[in-house]
T-cell receptor, first 115, second 113 residues
Framework: GAGVSQSPSNKVTEKGKDVELRCDPI?????LYWYRQSLGQGLEFLIYFQGNSAPDKSGLPSDRFSAERTGGSVSTLTIQRTQQEDSAVYLC?????????????FGPGTRLLVL | AQSVTQLGSHVSVSEGALVLLRCNYS??????LFWYVQYPNQGLQLLLKYTSAATLVKGINGFEAEFKKSETSFHLTKPSAHMSDAAEYFC???????????FGIGTKLQVIP
C-alpha cells in the first residue's frame, strides 16, 4: 500500500516568507507526527495529532509554527515569517494508536532552505 | 523524562567486519526502544523494536539489538557489514501514553571496501 507522502520534497524560500508543508499519512493511521531534522541535531519532535486534535504541541519552536489536520488525514505544517534557522528537513510520520510500541512510518521529508 | 544517547556520531567499519552502534537510554518506566535507519534522501525506516517480549531483538537486513536493563543499553549489531549498510542510524525511546518518541542524534555508518 501507499506509504506516507510529503510535499513539496524541496522548498527554497526567502527569509520572511510563509511556507506550508503537507503530509499525507497512511490510510487508516489516526496518529500523525511532525519532526524537524537539523544537521547534527537528530530528530526534534514538533507536534502530535490524534485524529484532528493536537494534544501535544510542546515541540513547536515558536508561535511562527502552526499545524493543522483535517478529516483525520492530511496535515499541514505552516511556518510564518521564515528565518534562516528554520532550514531543516521536516519529517512526518503516522501510526496506528496502539500504544507506545506502535511503529511510526515516516515520509521522505521536505527539505526547507531559507535564504 | 526519557532520553537517548548515541555514542559516536560517525562509525567506520570495513566490509565484512562487525557493526556495533551504541545506544544508551534513560527512562522512568520500562521503555520501548527502536532502531531506525535513514538512507540518503529518504525517510526513516524501522529496523527493529523492543517491546519487552524478548531481550534479543532481530530486525531486517541482518541487524539485531539486545536490551540490557542493567546497562540501560540497546546496542545495534550486525556480524558482517555490507556496503549497502552505509546510512544513518537512529536509536529511539518511548515511555508510553500516546507514544511520544525521543530520538538520538544519529550515527552515520560508513562501510569501507
Amino acid at each position: 500500500g501507499a506509504g506516507v507522502s510529503q510535499s513539496p520534497s524541496n522548498k527554497v524560500t526567502e527569509k520572511g516568507k510563509d511556507v506550508e508543508l503537507r503530509c499525507d499519512p497512511i490510510s487508516g493511521h489516526t496518529a500523525l507526527y511532525w519532526y524537524r531534522q537539523s544537521l547534527g541535531q537528530g530528530l526534534e519532535f514538533l507536534i502530535y495529532f490524534q485524529g484532528n486534535s493536537a494534544p501535544d504541541k510542546s515541540g513547536l519552536p515558536s508561535d511562527r509554527f502552526s499545524a493543522e489536520r483535517t478529516g483525520g488525514s492530511v496535515s499541514t505544517l505552516t511556518i510564518q515569517r521564515t528565518q534562516q534557522e528554520d532550514s531543516a528537513v521536516y519529517l512526518c510520520a503516522s501510526s496506528l494508536p496502539s500504544g507506545a510500541q506502535e511503529t511510526q512510518y515516516f515520509g521522505p521529508g521536505t527539505r526547507l532552505l531559507v535564504l | 523524562a526519557q532520553s537517548v544517547t548515541q555514542l559516536g556520531s560517525h562509525v567506520s567499519v570495513s566490509e565484512g567486519a562487525l557493526v556495533l552502534l551504541r545506544c544508551n537510554y534513560s527512562s522512568s518506566v520500562p521503555p520501548y526502544l527502536f532502531w531506525y535507519v535513514q538512507y540518503p534522501n529518504q525517510g526513516l525506516q524501522l529496523l527493529l523494536k523492543y517491546t519487552s517480549a524478548a531481550t534479543l531483538v532481530k530486525g531486517i537486513n541482518g541487524f539485531e539489538a539486545e536490551f540490557k536493563k542493567s546497562e540501560t543499553s540497546f546496542h545495534l549489531t550486525k556480524p558482517s557489514a555490507h556496503m549497502s549498510d552505509a546510512a544513518e542510524y537512529f536509536c529511539a525511546v518511548s515511555e508510553g501514553g500516546y507514544q511520544k518518541v525521543t530520538f538520538g542524534i544519529g550515527t552515520k555508518l560508513q562501510v569501507i571496501p
